[in-house]
């Protein structure tokens, strides 16, 4: 039979990660109509060894390229490229599937014949005090992606790259890939042109991934300039989309998601500064304001007040909740 699904995997500097996620790949699934690409970006420790290995115990199945470091944007791009499978996966180096999962996820995705699936997953810190989040992704029935992609902006569904598999055809068909002129916000920004072309998007309604986070990994290093890059991974989006038919509801949604994008950003400066200034607001300057006459719950409504009416209060109270909880995870 062909392959049914291609599993994308960019690899650097991950030799201590790789055999888990592999095994959680090729042990511990029974589904069997799938490849696995790895993509070993420039690596200098010793996973493209053990990416040898397991071509060389899984062949017909495992296949790498090996390539000058370009960024993990980069070699999603090429692994799409290269795969076979009517649908994708992307996942990293250092992610665990579910055992069993991706028989039922599969079969779930035939059934309905869906052009995304996706499912509930676990963040998982490393660190001297470990911990993990969990996202549920609970919603039943069949949506077109524009209803996904309104409710993912609303917070009310969590989509990342390992949790969501795409019909390739898809992808290919309209040209969808990395931005790889973003470092930050670029998963997001996929995301959503993938939903904006699909008819046929479901959950499965079951935990299907575990994503570690780690001190060197993209998420447990967040900056003001990484920040910055997310707002316009997050403009080339809402441009994207408004070129589409765009629904009011979906244009709201963009309007939410902004805000709650912002005061991200105000918050990692602000608390990566030692002493309140006005230089700090006018580092902001640069960025467009969002709507702060959105409707939101009481917890939005007093932190926006905060920041617009009192700033000085605001930079104290973001202090002062760093303090109470950096070291929730271990993280910096």
Same mark, same amino acid.
């Given at each position: 039979m062909?392959k049914?699904?291609s599993?994308v995997?960019?690899?650097y ?8 996620t592999?095994?959680s790949?090729l042990?511990r699934?029974d589904f069997?109509?799938?490849e ?8 200098t420790?010793?996973?493209?060894d053990i ?7 899984y062949?017909?199945?495992v296949?790498?390229?090996s390539?000058?470091?370009?960024g993990?944007?980069n070699a999603r791009?090429?692994? /799409?490229q ?5 649908y *994708?996966?992307?996942?990293? =180096?250092d992610? !665990?599937?579910?055992?069993? &999962? +991706?028989?039922r996820?599969?079969e779930h995705i035939?059934?309905?014949q869906?052009?995304i699936s996706?499912v ?10 470990k911990?993990?989040?969990e ?5 039943e029935g069949?949506?077109n992606?524009?209803?996904? /992609?309104t409710?993912?902006?609303k917070?009310? *569904?969590?989509?990342?790259? =390992?949790?969501? !598999?795409y019909?390739?055809e &898809? +992808?290919k ?7 790889v ?8 920004e996929?995301?959503?042109?993938c939903?904006?072309h699909?008819?046929?998007?479901s959950?499965?309604?079951k935990?299907g991934l575990?994503?570690?986070?780690r001190k ?7 900056s ?8 316009y991974?997050f403009?080339d989006?809402k441009?994207?989309a408004y070129?589409?038919?765009?629904s009011?509801?979906l244009?709201?949604?963009?309007e ?15 608390s990566?500064t ?6 700090l607001i006018?580092k902001?300057s ?7 006459t ?10 926006i007040?905060?920041f617009t ?11 002062l909740y ?7 995870w271990d993280?910096k």
């Amino acid at each position: 039979m062909e392959k049914q699904l291609s599993i994308v995997i960019p690899c650097y500097n991950i030799a201590e990660y790789l055999p888990a996620t592999l095994d959680s790949i090729l042990l511990r699934q029974d589904f069997q109509f799938l490849e696995v690409i790895l993509i070993n970006d420039g690596s200098t420790d010793s996973t493209l060894d053990i990416i040898k290995i397991y071509a060389k115990q899984y062949e017909g199945v495992v296949r790498y390229l090996s390539i000058e470091n370009q960024g993990v944007g980069n070699a999603r791009n090429l692994g /799409l490229q290269k795969a076979v499978g009517e649908y *994708i996966l992307f996942i990293d =180096g250092d992610d !665990i599937l579910f055992d069993g &999962i +991706l028989s039922r996820w599969m079969e779930h995705i035939y059934e309905n014949q869906l052009d995304i699936s996706f499912v509930g997953y676990e963040d998982r810190y490393l660190g001297k005090k470990k911990g993990f989040k969990e996202n549920r992704n609970y919603l039943e029935g069949i949506y077109n992606g524009e209803e996904i /992609l309104t409710r993912k902006l609303k917070k009310q *569904i969590w989509i990342c790259p =390992g949790n969501a !598999i795409y019909k390739t055809e &898809i +992808l290919k068909k309209n040209d969808l890939k990395y931005n790889v002129l973003r470092r930050y916000g670029e998963d997001a920004e996929f995301i959503g042109k993938c939903l904006l072309h699909s008819t046929r998007v479901s959950s499965l309604n079951k935990k299907g991934l575990i994503g570690v986070v780690r001190k060197s990994s993209a998420l447990s290093t967040v900056s003001f300039e990484k920040y910055k890059d997310a707002v316009y991974a997050f403009n080339d989006l809402k441009d994207y989309a408004y070129g589409l038919s765009l629904s009011s509801a979906l244009k709201n949604a963009f309007e939410f998601d902004y805000l709650n994008l912002y005061l991200g950003i105000v918050k990692v400066l602000f608390s990566q500064t030692a002493k309140y200034s006005r230089d700090l607001i006018y580092k902001l300057s640069d960025i467009e304001s969002p709507s702060w006459t959105l409707p939101v719950g009481f917890k939005k409504r007093l932190e926006i007040t905060l920041f617009t009416t009192f700033p000085i209060l605001y930079f104290y109270a973001i202090h002062l909740y760093y303090l109470l909880t950096k070291n929730r995870w271990d993280i910096k």
